[in-house]
C-alpha cells in the first residue's frame, strides 16, 4: 500500500509518499520560515496563504520524483490536528477532495502521532513498546508507547513547550528567528561551567515540566551580568550554554525516571527540539547507563513534514481505517483519544 | 457543457451541477461546518446527475472576497478534485456571483455589490448586468471603508449584499440619489458561480489546478515589527 501524505499544521508545507514494501519514496518540505521572520512568530493568516499556493505543487514535485502516477496511490493522509486551524484546512481540503478524485481512502492524522511514529521510519526501527519524548515549538509530552494508537500520557509541560522556551529565550538573547537552533549554534561556543540555572520541577516526583521560569531567569541573569562583562559575546554565549544544560538536563531527569518506572529498555526522541544535538548525546549516555538504547529520526524527519504523516496514515490506513466523505481538523485534540491500531 | 461549482466563502456552503444551462445546486447556512458538507454534497449531485467527476468539464469556485478561511476551503478543495481528475478550473469573483443572485432573483441589473469584510470596511463590486445575467465590472472591485466606495455617475442603482446590513446607514449617506432598492440578503450561491463560470469556461477556458487561487482583496493581514 502506498500513501500520500500532507502536512500543514504550522509553517512548514510537507508532502511525501510512504510505500509499505519500499519504504519512503518521496519527501519534500517547503518551509515558510523567511515569510515569518519579519515577524519574530508564525503569523497564522500568513501561513495559511502560502499553504494553498504552496501544496498542490509540492504535490505535484513529490509524484514526478517518485515516478508515481495518480492511479499508484491507494490511500491519503492528511495532518487534521492538533495546529493552526486556518493552515490545518487547507492540508485537509485538498488532502481529502484529491482521495475522493482519485477514490481512495483518506484518513486525518494526528501530528504528534506522526512525530511519535517518525523514528520507526529510521534502520534500526525501535520496537514497541516504548518511552517517547515528544519535544518541539509546542508540545513536550512523556508518553509510555504500547503500540500504534496505545499511548499513555505520563507528564508534560504545565506551561511552555521546551521548544517555546529555546525560542523565547533566543528572543532575549536577541537572536533572530528562528530562536531556537540559533541558541542552541549561540551555547556551542558557551562556557557550561560558568553559570549554573534551576533544573525545574526535579526536585519532586512525577514526570511533568515547566520552562517559563526558565526564560524570566535567563533575562535576570542577562541584566545582571551583560553591564559588568568584559566579553558581551562571550557573556551571552555562556548564558545561552546555561540554558540550553538546563533545559536538556531536565529532559534527562525525567526521561531516565520515566524509562526506570515504566521498566522500559528503549527511549524515543522526536519533535523538532530532538534535533539539538546536545539533547542526543545527553539521552544516549543516559540510556547507555540505564542499558537501554536511545532513537531519533534524522535531522529532516525532526521538524515537521509529510513522511511521518504519510507514514503514520499508512499504519491505520492498511488496517482499514479510514474517514467518511468529509473533513474537520481540530486545532486541539489529544493523542489519548486516538483508537488503537 | 458540465461543470460543479463550489462556494464556501460565507456563511452558506453551496455546491451546483451545472449541465448544459440545467442546475442543481445543494445549499446549507452552517457556519464553520464546510468541510463536513462541501464534498459530500458534490458526490451526490453527481450520483443523482449518474456522472462521474471526470466527465465533467470544469470545476468553477468563489475565488472571494470572502472569509479568508472559507475562501481557502473551496480553493483548496478545487485543486484536490481538479488536480485528482485532471480538470480545468474557473475561478468566479464572489461579488458578481452576489449580482448575478441579485438578476436571478428580482431580474436586477445595476448591482452595488458590497459584502461586510469587517474592521468596518466592506468588499465592494459595482456590476451592470446583460440580458442574460451577463456582469460587467464597472471600476474595479476593492475593499474599502462605506464611507469611501465610489458613487456612480448615475442613479437607478440596487444595493445588493451582506454590505447593506452591516453599514446600511453610511452606505445610504454615501450614495444618496444613486440607490432605487436594496437586496441586502442577497448573497454568493454555487449556482451563480456556475452561471457565470459555464459562461467564461465557453469564452476564455479555465485555469490549472494550481493556478486556482484565493483573491483576499484585503493584503494587508500583518502589522510588521
Sequence with gaps: ?341 | MKLLAFDTSGEACSVALWCDGDVRQRLERVPRRHGELVLAMADGLLAEAGLRLAGLDALAFARGPGSFTGVRIATAVVQGAAFGADLPVVPVSTLAATAHGAFRQQGVRRCLVAIDARMDQVYWGAYRLAADGAPELVGDEAVLAPEAVPVPADADWYGVGSGWQAHRAALHARLAGRLTGELAEVFCEAQDVAHLAADLFAREGGVAAEAALPVYLRDRVTFSR
Design chain 1, 1 to 341: 500500500m502506498r500513501v500520500l501524505g500532507i502536512e500543514t499544521s504550522c509553517d512548514e508545507t510537507g508532502v511525501a509518499v510512504y510505500d509499505g514494501e519500499r519504504g519512503l519514496v518521496a519527501n519534500a518540505v517547503y518551509s515558510q520560515v523567511e515569510i515569518h521572520a519579519e515577524y519574530g512568530g508564525v503569523v497564522p493568516e500568513l501561513a495559511s496563504r502560502d499553504h494553498v499556493r504552496k501544496t498542490l505543487p509540492l504535490v505535484r514535485q513529490v509524484l514526478a520524483e517518485a515516478g508515481l502516477a495518480a492511479g499508484d496511490i491507494d490511500g491519503i493522509a492528511y495532518t487534521a490536528g492538533p495546529g493552526l486551524i486556518g493552515a490545518l484546512l487547507v492540508g485537509a481540503a485538498l488532502g481529502r477532495s484529491l482521495a475522493w478524485a482519485w477514490g481512495v481512502p483518506a484518513l486525518g492524522v494526528h501530528h504528534m502521532e506522526g512525530h511519535l511514529l517518525a523514528p520507526l521510519l529510521e534502520e534500526p526501527a525501535p520496537a514497541f513498546p516504548f518511552v517517547a519524548l515528544l519535544v518541539s515549538g509546542g508540545h513536550t509530552q512523556l508518553v509510555d508507547v504500547a503500540g500504534v494508537g496505545r499511548y499513555r500520557i505520563l507528564g508534560e509541560s504545565l506551561d511552555d513547550a521546551a521548544g517555546e522556551a529555546f525560542d523565547k529565550t533566543a528572543k532575549i538573547l536577541e537572536l533572530p528567528y528562528p530562536g531556537g537552533p540559533n541558541l542552541a549554534r549561540l551555547a556551542e561556543r558557551g562556557d557550561p561551567r560558568r553559570y549554573r540555572f534551576p533544573r525545574p520541577m526535579t526536585d519532586r516526583p512525577g514526570l511533568d515540566f515547566s520552562f517559563s521560569g526558565l526564560k524570566t531567569f535567563t533575562l535576570q541573569t542577562l541584566n545582571e551580568e551583560l553591564p559588568r562583562a568584559a566579553d558581551r559575546a562571550q557573556t551571552r554565549a555562556d548564558i545561552a550554554r546555561a540554558f540550553e544544560e538546563a533545559v536538556v538536563d531536565t529532559l534527562v531527569i525525567k526521561c531516565r525516571r520515566a524509562v526506570r518506572e515504566g521498566g522500559r529498555r528503549r527511549l524515543i526522541l522526536a519533535g523538532g527540539v530532538s534535533a539539538n544535538r546536545r539533547l542526543r548525546e545527553r539521552m544516549g549516555q543516559m540510556m547507555a547507563e540505564e542499558g537501554g538504547e536511545v532513537f531519533y529520526p534524522r535531522l529532516g524527519l525532526c521538524t515537521d513534514n509529510g513522511a511521518m504523516i504519510a507514514f503514520a496514515g499508512w499504519q491505520r490506513l492498511r488496517t482499514g481505517q479510514c474517514e467518511p466523505l468529509a473533513f474537520s481538523p481540530r486545532a486541539r485534540w489529544p493523542m489519548t483519544s486516538l483508537p488503537p491500531v
